[in-house]
């Protein structure tokens, strides 16, 4: 898996990532977080609004947003294209922080007054609409459980939900729910698309410095160690499935005496082959039937032709 035809995701991944090593470097990650009291209600500092969006503030969070990313965000970014999955990006930051501020407002008086920096409501998002969208690609059973292939993101999402105890819980839940509300098409949500000047920007001046986005290319012959000696004296080996034919039997004499068997049989042999197929079949690999199958075959099914016989015996 690369980030072919996914560089929105990869651009993603990269800013996270980068911002928050910058965050940890300069100890600023208080200047990150979302509390309604008294950072918004009293000092009005509603750019925490966007930027807790950005950044985490420890990096196992960042570790496990990053694997959930590239294996969720990936294959969105493909289903649904560019234009699209960044209109999608958008919306879900949107929803998802207005869904966040009324959380805050609502539960203030239970104790519940900061959001946890970090992108988490986006990732759960993502992982809403891959549970809807990707199908299941196998199955397996652990105990006598059965389970998908989804389970492992199912495992890297609970890990990420429960990193900070109800709080991270929280945020994952308004993330699903904001999935939900996108897959949903409430007030046409679905139709949004970002204006085209800003896809001209970002085309122009964001898409370079993601990088390459290739996938790796990969050979499909499986080639030889370099020889030491000049490559004229080597030859190509011929390879085949076909199976290697059965050495000949040493024919025995009256006397009782094994000799070896000659090239050409008898006649007889020579004509009953001919009859059966064998010699144009030995050299193929296929099952040759002994006599006694033919005739048992054609005494039952009279009216069937002996090559149809002889040929069903081969495909056995």
């Keep these: 898996m690369s980030f072919q035809h996914a560089p929105i995701t990869k651009g993603l991944m990269i800013t996270c990532a980068v911002t928050s090593f910058v965050v940890a470097v300069f100890d600023v990650k208080h200047y990150f977080h979302l509390p309604l009291v008294p950072h ?11 930027t807790h969006n950005i950044t985490y503030s420890n990096s196992s969070e960042l570790f496990v947003w990053e694997m959930l990313m590239f294996n969720l965000g990936v294959s969105i970014e493909r289903q649904f294209g560019g234009v699209k999955y960044a209109s999608y990006l958008v919306i879900s930051t949107v929803l998802s922080t207005a869904l966040e501020l009324v959380t ?32 299941v690609i196998y199955h397996f059973r652990i105990f006598g459980v059965t389970l998908s292939n989804n389970v492992f993101f199912y495992v ?8 900070q105890s109800w709080a991270t819980a929280t945020v994952s839940l308004i993330g699903v729910l904001s999935g939900a509300l996108y897959r949903a098409d409430i007030a046409s ?6 204006p085209p000047w800003i896809i001209r ?16 290319r990969r050979t499909n012959r499986a080639l030889p160690d370099e020889p030491s000696a000049p490559p004229s004296q080597f030859e190509d080996e011929v390879v085949t499935t076909a199976r290697t034919p059965p050495a000949p039997m040493p024919a025995e004499t009256p006397d009782g ?23 144009e079949r030995a050299s193929t690999g296929l099952r040759v039937p002994t006599d006694a199958e033919i005739t048992h075959l054609t005494s039952m099914f009279a009216d069937v032709p002996r090559e149809v016989v002889v040929g069903a015996l081969q495909r056995r």
């Excluded at 890297?156 to 990193?163: S, T």
């Excluded at 949500?189 to 970002?194: I, M, N, T």
Aim: no cysteine.
């Design 40 to 50: 918004l209600s009293r000092h009005h500092q509603y750019w925490r609004l966007l």
């Design 104 to 135: 805050l407002l609502a539960f203030h008086q239970l104790g519940f007054n900061s959001i946890p920096a970090g992108p988490t409501a986006l990732v759960f998002s993502l992982l809403y609409q891959y549970t809807r969208i990707v199908p």
């Design 156 to 163: 890297l999402a609970l890990q990420l939900a429960i990193g």
């Design 189 to 194: 949500l679905k139709s949004y698309r970002l």
């Design 201 to 216: 920007l970002s085309s122009r001046y964001l898409l370079p410095a993601v990088g390459d986005l290739r996938a790796p």
């Design 257 to 279: 005496d094994e000799t070896e068997a000659r090239p050409g049989g008898s006649v007889m042999r020579e004509w009953v082959n001919e009859l059966t197929g064998r010699t």
